[in-house]
């Protein structure tokens, strides 16, 4: 059985690794510059697969357990990469667009998309969601479909922001990781650089809560509590 800890910044999920966030908390997690996942307060979310594929893409599924995730992807058709959020017994792909995914109660979805299109399916049913849509499933029944209202259009204009900032954030640590100000500095970088050599994946998480390991891989122990008061140890 593993146990879990409290994330920290540019901590990095392997397949099979989960992430919670309290009531308080939310995380935003980056596959590369262009592919980003945001997950709401109250989520929980599983890494099912996450590798590399031989044209310089990779191939990604994650599993929303509880909660909302928002996905911002990359066009996909150029490295023949797949990612794909799986709720319940429906499971949301894309090759590129901006797409929401919740899940409530014991089996019911809903998978929104503000840009591009994204192929929803449950069972032997595959359908179609255009941009601006919302649709929604109970027991993997598909059971309403609309328009998206205006204050999800802006949910949606809040999380672009935020992943913007995420990458503006991420450039402004790689151009001091490369041009240190100071030798304190310097040795600040060496020691971050020398944790991240520790660990190895491709997402990484920005702003999280807690993180339970599938295998042993971290070194070191360490214990931490979120701002909702959830605690883990490594």
């Given at each position: 059985q593993t146990k879990a800890r409290a994330a920290e910044e540019e901590d990095v999920l392997d397949a099979g690794d989960?992430?919670?966030?309290?009531a308080l908390a939310e995380a935003t997690l980056t596959l590369n510059a262009n592919t980003s996942v945001h997950l709401g307060a109250n989520s929980k979310l599983k890494v099912a697969q996450l590798a590399p594929n031989t044209t310089g893409g990779f191939f990604s599924k994650l599993k929303l357990l509880a909660g909302k995730v928002v996905s911002k992807v990359e066009k996909l058709a150029m490295t023949r990469s797949s990612?794909?959020?799986?709720?319940?017994?429906?499971?949301?792909?894309?090759?590129?667009?901006?797409?929401?995914?919740?899940?409530?109660?014991e089996d019911e979805v809903e998978t929104s998309a503000e840009e591009g299109e994204v192929e929803v399916a449950s069972g032997s049913e595959k359908q179609v969601l255009g941009a601006g849509r919302l649709m929604a499933f109970?027991?993997?029944?598909?059971f309403a479909e609309r328009k998206l209202e205006a204050k999800e259009h802006e949910r949606f204009k809040g999380f672009v922001a935020g992943h913007a900032r995420v990458a503006a954030l991420r450039a402004a640590?790689?151009?001091r990781l490369a041009n240190p100000r100071s030798p304190a500095e310097k040795l600040r970088n060496?020691?971050?650089?020398?944790?991240?050599?520790r660990r190895k994946g491709l997402l990484k998480l920005k702003a999280g809560q807690e993180i339970r390991k599938h295998r042993p891989g971290l070194r070191g122990k360490g214990k931490g509590k979120d701002d909702d008061g959830f605690e883990g140890e490594e």
């Open positions: 989960e992430i919670r966030t309290g990612f794909s959020v799986d709720a319940g017994s429906v499971s949301a792909g894309v090759r590129g667009t901006l797409f929401e995914v919740g899940i409530s109660g109970r027991a993997g029944k598909r640590r790689a151009t060496e020691a971050f650089l020398r944790r991240q050599a």
